[in-house]
């Protein structure tokens, strides 16, 4: 535990920033392929679309994909609840591929005014347990990505895991899922009158 502090963790790309609706229109331009993200069976998007990884992360680097997601609804409110219920708050991001992924991360934060106490990131694809090692005491991890939950889950300092529900994650009927923060809001005021 650092400092004796209790943390919620979340993802960000599609659990606090909405990436795929500005990602979708970029794959759509740059490939011609026009599927919606409600279609995205699977994480990686390279075979959906036909294209490489490596051309993905080129166009998002170009496009400015980072720069421009918009806040997801309720993650304001999200963020509130978790402080105000006592717990500290991080943001663990796989963005560290980019070569401006913490500064854009920064602005991206503080342009929505999210106050969180700590900012982590990772190589895309990369394992987040290292980070969620070294913060402590993590009360509830929210995430996307199915195999982050499950290394988090594996986790004896991370207590309660939860899949943010997206159409690439909803082949695995096993994790606890949320569909929206607002969920999870109600989730921890509950658990505070308890």
């Known amino acids: 535990m650092v400092n004796g502090k209790s943390y919620v963790v979340f ?3 599609d659990v ?3 990436l795929r609706d500005n990602l979708m229109e970029m794959l759509r331009k740059r490939t011609g392929v026009n599927i919606h993200w409600r279609h995205w069976n699977e ?3 390279d075979g959906i679309y036909g294209v490489s990884v490596e051309e993905i ?3 998002v680097l170009e496009d400015e994909v980072l720069e421009s997601a918009t806040l997801e609804p309720d993650a304001i409110k ?5 402080k105000s219920a006592g717990y500290e708050v991080a943001v663990v991001t796989a963005r560290a591929w980019h070569p401006n992924g913490e500064s854009i991360t920064e602005n991206w934060l503080n342009r929505y005014r999210l106050d969180i106490d700590q900012l982590h990131l990772v190589p895309i694809f990369g394992d987040k347990t290292t980070v969620l090692k070294r913060i402590g005491l993590v009360h509830h991890y929210i995430d996307d990505h199915v195999d982050h ?3 988090a889950k594996a986790l004896r300092s991370v207590q309660n895991v939860h899949l943010l529900d997206r159409p690439w994650n909803r082949n695995d009927d096993r994790l606890p899922r949320i569909h929206r923060l607002r ?3 109600d989730l921890i005021k509950m ?3 308890q």
């Open 43 to 45: 994480y990686k998007l």
């Open 149 to 151: 939950i499950y290394s």
């Open 16 to 18: 606090l920033a909405n």
């Open 191 to 193: 658990s505070q009158l």
């Open 78 to 82: 999200a963020l509130q609840t978790a």
């Open 11 to 13: 993802d960000l790309d």
């Open 183 to 185: 969920e999870f809001i």
């Open 57 to 59: 992360m080129q166009w």
